[in-house]
């Protein structure tokens, strides 16, 4: 009989050559399969990042095909519409293909002129332009979406690979305009058409990962670290950006405004002018349509106009608020029909500097936003004592809060600086030429439109933005101090009728604990006949102590303390006899004795 030493039943020998099989099975198994596993997985991996890859190369090329698209519809619907078009399909796509490229910044060549001499063409219309910039944007910003089974690429690798479909599809369409009329110069292509697409990619993977600010390089100290963590470093660039914003917007929307107004004032002359260049409507409907896409480019225009270096007309001719100088090269069209008339300027030109001086007011007033924040009362009263808003809407921080009048300034000034540069980079935009000789030169000069849009703002909203921090902080302090005040009256005066009220029912109680307690103290052998002592009553306060500065000090009582068996208030002023008992001494005795000691407490 075989021992069993373990706590398992005994095996027979056929299964422990079943389990020993098995054993050396599992074994090799794992020895041959592992490794191979492995590598599958490997492999899989490998190829789900070249899908990913490659999807996002797509993507680009997507996002050129779709604006090309769209732009080539568009061409497509105005061919057809006209009756007066010379040319056949292929050359209307050669039209939409050179719109496209020009939509992004590149330089068209026209051959087909009545000298002969190639022109130029530079103006890039700003409207259409938003689309194959949006475009770019939404595949970069959608290529970094992690979707479900398919990881993101980095953020580089996304940067790349969209600017690179959407640059190849480019270069395709650069390719196929060579032949015919419009042309594009290469040299354009690579500088500002390529760094346009460029930056609407990195925009759409800034947007992607949730507009950060990227953290200092590993060199900067740590104290400076540290310094600029102390000082709000990023609220106030958030600060800069928007106040800069702002001021473009304003100048924009000025600029529209200056527009609208002088078509009004020469309508005779827009409407002879829309009339005399084509007769069909067809044709007409075709120019209304250019007319508007070019009317951010006027908004520009009178933007410019308004800060004082206003724009060029041709190679000879500047219009100014000051004077209109020289003879203008302006071909017929009905935006130019707004072009002020030659010679000096008088006061309804002058005007147009309103512009320039309310976005200096709107810079300094989105500076002082961020550097006095709002402030609530409390009370529904003057929580932004500055901007005339109530304390219902006022939702942020303290005086404590406020940035320095240094910070404030520095702030302003840097808003103003980036308005500046917006504002260069669209006048750099919205010009450009229009053919050669006297039409070489056609809109704002970008540089003085630059620097006029930073003087005027800078002048205006540094010492604006003082101004306004001054103004809330001064604000704050008094509306705080009013609310303060009108509630420390309210309490004092509850306070004082609660006293009141506490003390009379005190009184009233203890002449009647009075009265038993002298009964009592008959019955038990006290003099007879004896009338009981009448009981004190406490000083009363008066009133201009109740209503002090002690309860003035807070808008609501700070506690509440027992008075005589009432309730009354905490006042940093009161008197210690206002919280003493009023009942008479021997009747305090009385009740402490049962009734039946005299008046020295002795049995």
Known sequence: MTQVTGGSPPLSAEQAAEQAARRTAEQTGRKTE????????????????????????????LAAGLGLGAFTVLVMVLWISSPSSDDGPSGALHTAAGLWLLAHGAELIRTDTLDGIPAPVGLVPLLPAVLPLWLVHRAARDALEAEEGRAAPSASAAFGLVTGGYAVVMAAVALHARDGSPTVRVVSLLFPAAVVVAAAAAAGVWTAYGHPVGPLP?????RVRAALARSGSRER????????????????????????????????????????LVGGWADRGAVLLLALVLVPNAAVW????????????????????????GPPALPVFPLLAAVPERGEGTWPNWAAAVVPVAAGVVVARFTVRSAVPVHDTGDGGDGDAGSGRSGGDADRGGPGEAWSAGGTALT?????LGCGSLMAVLAAAAGGPLGTRALAEFGPVWWLTGAAAAAWTMVLAVPGALLLRAWRLRGWNGGRGRGRRRNAADGAEETARTGRAARSTDRTAGTERAEGAAGAEGAAGGPVGQAPAEAPVPPTRPRWARTGRGSARASTPRGAVAVGGAEGFEDDDAEQYDFLPTDPWHARTARRTGGDAGPSGKP
């Open 412 to 416: 302003a000034a840097l808003g103003a």
């Open 34 to 61: 592992g490794p191979t596993g492995v590598q599958a997985a490997e492999r899989s991996a490998r190829r789900s990042r070249s899908a990913v890859l490659v999807f996002t190369f797509l993507r680009g090329g």
């Open 302 to 325: 009178a933007a410019a106009y308004g800060l004082g270096p206003g724009f060029a007309l041709g190679t000879a001719s500047t219009v100014t608020p000051l004077a209109f100088s």
């Open 237 to 276: 660039a958030a600060t800069v950006w928007r106040s800069a914003a702002a001021g473009v917007t304003t100048l924009l929307g000025g600029g529209a405004l200056l527009v609208a107004v002088a078509l009004v004032w020469h309508a005779d002359a827009a409407h002879q002018s829309f009339v005399q």
């Open 218 to 222: 590993a060199r900067v100290p740590m």
